[in-house]
């Protein structure tokens, strides 16, 4: 059964190239199903996978399965090899899982582009690469998979290249500020790696981490860290570098939900887990992601509060959740931080796809000022939109209540401080996520023209999101507090947990968690549906902040001014002055030179025999003078 | 005389009897046909012969080193080399499909020579002796003249094949005079002998040198270095373009193959005094070939002498003398073939009907209309200036590595000077394909086997590209 | 070494000898009675019509070299027939190949039209090449 891991990858790629090359012949919904198709292929096989792996014992649960040698230069070895733990396959489950619904999804949303196959194509790539990151047993073919995704990535956020809106400015450059801030971490990943290849001699996970305890210095083991926290933050849109993901948002929104939500963005949560063994042997670096994590949740959260663009509301908050992670996995807690991973990854697909639903009954309208009173409009995406903000919210035994309950539990172990950060945090997210309940699902209609054309969306576009909505609802369970299955079944992948809380703290905290939830929602309520008094002075009150948080605490801008401006100025001076006279000039000298000879000795090579034997004779006299005299 | 000698080890020379027998029978066929419609299913016979050759040629894999009569022999190397000239003999025949009705109706005798210098080369590859090699070049070469010859209503057809023929036969004579000199220095023709012989210095050395010289003036001329290549230009240009791509990929492999085995073989002791003489060559043969390429407005004349600069950097390869050069080298002529084939298939579905030969301003415009064959001249292209991630890299690559091991550092910096100068003229082609506006609507010439050539040789310059390590795997060198 | 090919240089020497008192004894000792006819070249009995030197047809040359290929064959295969007794069945099998191949060519040439005389202009030829052969009879 572990034999056939190589189908879950076979199966998307197969079908991008069957999409590239037959799609032009097929009708849309065929090529929608394929693409679909496949991707639940993957799915199945990760099933299989899984039940292969539940079938052995604990300890024999990491396997790797060589297909072949990719590279091989003198010592350096690159075998293109999967490896099958539990921390793969639980991701090849997410990925695949979700990946299915939101392609089923996307046939809807998408059939009436006109680039509708290069889309499915993109988005079978994109899971194409994405399983190559999750499943490669090495350093390299991860970092493969991690360039394959940011390249489906920029490629799906400048999908709609041509156009261009006030909120984005022209589309195709949003996927290039993605992808150029993207570049930032990945040097770093790439950096990482040649350390560990030169101090190591291998770059296969396993023989790096049975090595690293002994031969790692804590100093060069907190570099690679500190590395790969660089190329984290990229890809996982943490700070510094998370500019890039509300900006994604200009990709179609199943894009957002998969890509953007779903899996790309925590594939730099799922690279901590897997080198957890890195992390502990640097605790300094995985202190200080544990902070970056936490600031990060605060600071986006508190920008999702201003937010008015639904979607962008949902990017912060994505960029939030995603701190929340990296802090869990800051902390030790991998099997927490993976929990949330998958639990986030069911209730953002959800609000995700639904807010597209929103915008497809809105005739692509975002912007949640004009809306309103939608309950009655679109029943259906209303209670999947609920659902999955309840989750967001953390609202009792949803399934964000529990993952998000068991990083705070672990960050309170670590630092009190943090956790109080984190728990604020908890709190403006409830808040946030039900502003964007109550304003545009309840309440009278802002604009009437627009309420009177919004519709629900078709069946395809709502039966995928029940799915992802039960998943929300009742994910938990995965790991319910005191029974730990999925903590349990990582084990062989992440190690064991290292911090063990008393039973009281636990359920302390838990409570805590409860109460908090229910306050921000309660405060939305107040706020945007009964707009009682005390809640209005309470925004009153912070009025002074407000400007600095609506322009997203002016870090565009200070990147613009600060590393930006001053490139482009470098780059034109390169352009204008350095490369015409100085790098222009000597190469332009050495081609003409070079063409020169070139005219000379095509004139030699007249046609003519008798030349031709001569030439030939002249290197018989020369040759046998050389080895008879020589 | 021993019965049984002769027929021990017989299965050795398997693929060239397969390709004998096919030969005939595609001459009977053409005979006993009823109609013109019939001689369709000539290539086809043909590509039956030639993939019964590679399955004879894999099944002798399987089987220990054997020797026939001393003669020809089956190890890893003459194996290997003998799979690259099947592959370009195959995909010659599937470019000639379409292509011959249109310069010749006598098909019989056209892929009854295809196959008859797929033996002669294949028995190259494989010869231990130097009388079956001279055999074996003479098999290749006559047939060669004439299928270059073979658009006889055109004259630059019939200059190259008269070309040919003429300066070939001045080469050979140098070839076989040196054979008879190195026999007298020897005495003996089995290259192994020699080798052993030359090792405990029993030569006559007024016989030995001049011998040597010779047989490198004769191998010189058949794998075009400077200053023997100068026929290379005019026959490739005017042969038909598939003649053009069997000849460029079938011929390099054989005669290198004969080359690194007479080299390894029989004068190994001599490596110090050949070796100066092959740098000093493959210097001369890269740059003059890399230089005259830059001027060329003709596609087939750019590649001709971008065939001649190839040459020079396989024969890098084989100076330091070491079995990791062999090697390379062979894996060269693998990447070669499919790359330079496939950039000739390129140029035959561009040339118009009744030319031979396209300028480069046919490609300008092309990937407006038609994407996908400018993107397979471009990963051609690309491979060929030796740009990674395709095969053509991994090629140089391997040659230059074992340049640089071999102690032979300054050779292998020329060698990446003159890829440089070289990428000057591929990416040209490119530059017309995506920049430049047509002048003319081009509408591609094209049929099955056309189509399915350029995507196998397309799709192996890139597989090979992305797995290298796969293919040097099952190829082995000579020698060391 | 050398002194072993002695008897090479006897043999050379013995027939470059008997070849100039061949010739040399009838110069010497014959009647010289000159007249036309004499001067004629030989053409085993033919009287010639045109000068020697000119183009011929190529089917002469076709028919010359079938004549060797088939007169090779005949000398390879009588010292084969001498000894067949002792090669037994694989030599009989190597020559029925061997018989096969040049049958092979024989029936190409036959089917090309190698052993017409004529210069017909058949269906598989190309058009140039039969104007020559046509201006050639014309010549004739």
Not at chain 1, 603 to 608: E, F, K, P, Q, S
Not at chain 3, 75 to 89: C, M, Q, S, T
Request: glycine share 8%.
């Amino acid at each position: 059964m572990l034999q056939l891991a190589w189908l879950l990858l076979a199966f998307p790629a197969a079908g991008a190239l069957i999409n590239t090359f037959l799609g032009s012949r097929f009708s849309k919904p065929t090529i929608g199903w394929i693409a679909s198709g496949t991707v639940a292929a993957s799915f199945v096989v990760s099933l299989g996978l899984l039940l292969g792996l539940l079938g052995l014992p604990g300890e024999e649960r990491v396997i790797t399965l060589p297909l072949w040698d990719w590279i091989t230069i003198g010592d350096f070895r690159a075998p293109t090899a999967l490896l099958i733990d539990p921390l793969s396959v639980t991701m090849a489950l997410v990925v695949t899982g979700v990946g299915a619904l939101i392609h089923v999804y996307a046939i809807g949303y998408m059939f009436d582009d006109e680039r509708f196959q290069r889309f499915f194509v993109y988005l079978n790539f994109f899971v194409f690469a994405m399983l190559i990151l999750v499943m490669s047993d090495n350093f390299l073919g991860m970092y493969v998979g991690w360039e394959g995704v940011g390249l489906a990535s920029y490629l799906l956020i400048g999908f709609w290249f041509d156009k261009r809106d006030d909120t984005y400015g022209y589309y195709a450059d949003a996927g290039k500020k993605a992808f150029l801030v993207n570049r930032v971490g990945d040097f770093g990943m790439a950096l990482a790696i040649m350390i560990l290849w030169t101090s190591l001699g291998s770059v296969t996970f396993l023989d790096v981490f049975q090595a690293a305890p002994a031969s790692l210095s804590s100093g060069v083991a907190t570099a690679i860290a500190l590395l790969l926290l660089l190329a984290a933050t990229g890809k996982s849109a943490q700070i510094p570098l998370y500019v890039w993901l509300p900006d994604a948002m200009a990709g179609p929104t199943p894009v957002s939900a998969l890509i953007h939500a779903a899996t790309m963005v925590t594939a730099g949560i799922y690279m901590i887990a897997r080198t957890h063994v890195l992390w502990e042997l640097g605790p300094s670096a995985a202190n200080l992601a544990a902070w970056i994590g936490g600031l990060t949740a605060l600071m986006a959260a508190s920008i999702a509060l201003v937010q008015v663009d639904l979607k962008k509301i949902l990017a912060y908050s994505t960029i939030s959740q995603l701190g929340y992670m990296v802090m869990g996995v800051g902390v030790g807690a991998y099997a927490f931080g993976i929990f949330h991973l998958i639990t986030h990854a069911f209730f953002k697909a959800l609000l995700f796809l639904a807010a597209g639903n929103v915008m497809h009954g809105l005739h692509g309208e975002l912007d949640i000022r004009k809306m309103g009173g939608l309950r009655e409009k679109m029943p259906t995406t209303y209670r999947l939109f609920l659902i999955g903000a309840l989750a967001l919210a953390g609202f009792p035994l949803m399934s964000g209540f529990f993952s998000k309950d068991g990083i705070l539990l672990n960050v309170f172990g670590h630092s009190p401080l943090l956790y109080a950060i984190g728990l604020f945090t908890a709190l403006l997210t409830a808040v946030y996520s039900f502003r964007a309940v109550f304003v545009p699902f309840w309440g009278q209609p802002r604009d009437k023209h627009l309420h009177e054309h919004a519709h629900e969306s078709p069946p395809i576009m709502t039966r995928p999101l029940w799915v992802l909505a039960i998943l929300a609802i009742v994910g938990g369970v995965l790991n319910l507090p005191f029974v730990l299955t999925l903590e349990r079944w990582l084990e062989p992948a992440v190690g064991e947990p290292s911090f063990h809380p008393s039973l009281a703290l636990e359920v302390s905290l838990l409570l805590v968690s409860a109460v908090v939830a229910l306050a921000g929602i309660y405060l939305a309520y107040a706020r945007y549906v009964k707009e009682i008094g005390w809640a209005r002075r309470l925004q009153n009150a912070l009025g002074p902040l407000q400007p600095l948080v609506e322009h997203k605490y002016y870090v565009d801008e200070f990147y613009d001014a600060a590393i930006v401006q001053p490139l482009k100025a470098l780059a034109r001076w390169f352009a204008e002055v350095f490369d015409p006279g100085i790098i222009d000039g000597s190469v332009h000298l050495i081609g003409r030179a070079n063409l020169a000879a070139g005219e000379r000795l095509r004139r030699l090579h007249n046609g003519l025999v008798p030349t031709y034997a001569l030439s030939i004779f002249v290197g018989v006299v020369v040759l046998v003078m050389y080895l008879v005299f020589g | 005389m021993n019965i049984a000698a002769l027929t021990a080890n017989l299965h050795v020379i398997l693929p060239e009897m397969v390709l004998a027998a096919f030969a005939l029978l595609v001459i009977l066929a053409d005979m006993l046909r009823q109609d013109e419609e019939e001689s369709r299913l000539l290539p086809l016979l043909t590509l039956a012969g030639i993939l019964a050759a590679m399955a004879a040629t894999a099944w002798i894999w399987n089987r220990p080193v054997a020797s026939y009569q001393e003669g020809a022999i089956a190890d890893g190397f003459a194996l290997g080399a003998r799979t690259v000239i099947l592959v370009a003999a195959g995909l010659a025949t599937l470019l000639s499909m379409g292509y011959l009705p249109r310069i010749n109706r006598q098909m019989g005798e056209y892929y009854a020579l295809v196959l008859l210098a797929t033996l002669g080369m294949t028995m190259m590859a494989s010869a231990t002796d130097l009388i079956v090699l001279f055999l074996a070049l003479e098999i290749f070469s006559l047939a060669l003249y004439i299928l270059s010859g073979y658009y006889r209503k055109n004259p630059r057809s019939t200059e190259a094949s008269m070309k040919y023929f003429l300066l070939g036969a001045f080469a050979s004579s140098f070839f076989v005079y040196g054979a008879a000199l190195l026999y007298g220095a020897a005495g003996t023709t089995q290259l192994r002998e020699i080798g052993n012989l030359l090792a405990s210095d029993h030569g006559n050395p007024n016989l030995l040198w001049p011998g040597i010289a010779l047989l490198l003036v004769g191998f010189g001329f058949k794998v075009s270095l400077v200053p023997f290549h100068m026929w290379t230009p005019d026959v490739y240009q005017g042969a038909p373009t598939p003649v053009t791509a069997f000849m460029s990929a079938g011929t390099k492999t054989a005669a290198f193959a004969a080359f690194v085995r007479v080299l390894m073989e029989a004068l190994p002791a001599q490596q110090i005094q050949w070796g100066w003489a092959l740098a000093v060559l493959a210097v001369l043969t890269m740059t003059v070939g890399n230089l005259t390429a830059l001027r060329q407005l003709s596609l087939k004349r750019m590649l001709a002498y971008s065939s001649v600069a190839n040459a020079g950097y396989i024969l890098v390869a084989l100076v330091p003398g070491t079995a990791q050069g062999s090697k390379a080298a062979l894996f060269y002529l693998l990447t070669y073939a499919f790359m330079n084939v496939g950039a000739l298939a390129v140029v035959i579905t561009l040339e118009k009907i009744d030319e031979l030969d396209a300028l480069q301003n046919r490609a300008a415009g092309l990937a407006d209309r038609w994407p996908l064959l400018a993107l397979a001249m471009s990963i051609f292209m690309l491979s060929l200036s030796g740009i990674p991630p395709l095969a053509g890299f991994f090629g140089k690559f391997f040659v230059f590595q074992a340049a640089v091991e071999g102690g032979w550092t300054w050779l292998a910096v020329v060698g990446v000077l003159n890829s440089a100068i070289s990428a000057y003229y591929y990416l040209r082609v490119m530059v017309a394909m995506y920049f430049h506006e047509a002048e003319e609507p081009v509408q591609p010439r094209r049929w099955g086997g056309l189509s399915l050539s350029l995507a196998l040789t397309a799709l192996a310059t890139v597989i090979i590209g992305l797995y290298p390590s796969l293919w040097t795997g099952f190829l082995s060198g000579l020698g060391g | 070494m050398a002194i072993d090919y002695l008897p090479l240089l006897i043999l050379i020497i013995l027939a470059m000898g008997f070849a100039a008192i061949a010739m040399g004894l009838p110069a010497v000792l014959g009647p010289k009675l000159p007249n036309k006819q004499k001067y004629e070249p030989y053409e085993s009995g033919i009287i010639p019509f045109a000068d020697a030197r000119r183009r011929f047809p190529v089917q002469y040359y076709l028919v010359a070299m079938l004549f060797v290929v088939f007169d090779i064959e005949v000398i390879f295969l009588y010292p084969w027939a001498v000894i067949l007794n002792r090669l037994g069945l694989f030599a009989l099998v190597e020559m029925a190949i061997f018989l096969l191949i040049l049958l092979v060519g024989y029936v190409y040439c036959w089917k090309r039209g190698a052993l017409d005389w004529g210069g017909q202009v058949r269906p598989g030829d190309d058009v140039v090449e039969s104007q020559v052969v046509e201006s050639q009879v014309e010549e004739e």
